[in-house]
C-alpha cells in the first residue's frame, strides 16, 4: 500500500513557474513508474511527464517547459513547470505504479492571461 500527496499548486501568470511535488508515503524508489497526469475543465485527463526504467517522456505541449525527477531526499516525484501558459491550467495528479497504480488527489493549476 502506498498514498501519495500532492503539493505546490497555485495563481501564477503567464510565463511565471511552479514546481509540484508528490510525496510518497513509501520509498519513491520502489515504484516501477512515476508521472503526471492533469485534466482541464471539460477534456480528458491527459498524460504530462513520466519516468519509466529512468527514462523521462513528455507530451509534446510541454516539452522544453516542464521536468520530471525523482527526489531520493524528498521521497517525492517533481514537476518543475516552467514559461507556463493559460492552457497549462488543470487539476494535476501525480501517480506511481508498482503492481496497481496509485493517485494522488490533485493539485489545482492556474495560469493567467
Known amino acids: 500500500q502506498a498514498e501519495l500527496v500532492e503539493s505546490g499548486g497555485g495563481l501564477v501568470q503567464t510565463g511565471g513557474s511552479l514546481r509540484l511535488s508528490c510525496a510518497a508515503s513509501?520509498?519513491?524508489?520502489?515504484?516501477?513508474?512515476v508521472g503526471w497526469y492533469r485534466q482541464a475543465p471539460g477534456k480528458q485527463r491527459e498524460l504530462v511527464a513520466s519516468?519509466?526504467?529512468?527514462?523521462?517522456n513528455y507530451a509534446d505541449s510541454v516539452k522544453g517547459r516542464f521536468t520530471v525527477s525523482r527526489s531520493n531526499a524528498e521521497n517525492a516525484v517533481l514537476l518543475q513547470m516552467n514559461s507556463l501558459k493559460p492552457e497549462d491550467t488543470a487539476v494535476y495528479y501525480c501517480?506511481?505504479?508498482?503492481?496497481?497504480?496509485?493517485w494522488g488527489q490533485g493539485t489545482q493549476v492556474t495560469v493567467s492571461s
Open positions: 501517480y506511481a505504479i508498482m503492481v496497481r497504480t496509485y
Open positions: 513509501r520509498s519513491i524508489s520502489s515504484f516501477n513508474i
Open positions: 519516468i519509466i526504467s529512468g527514462n523521462t
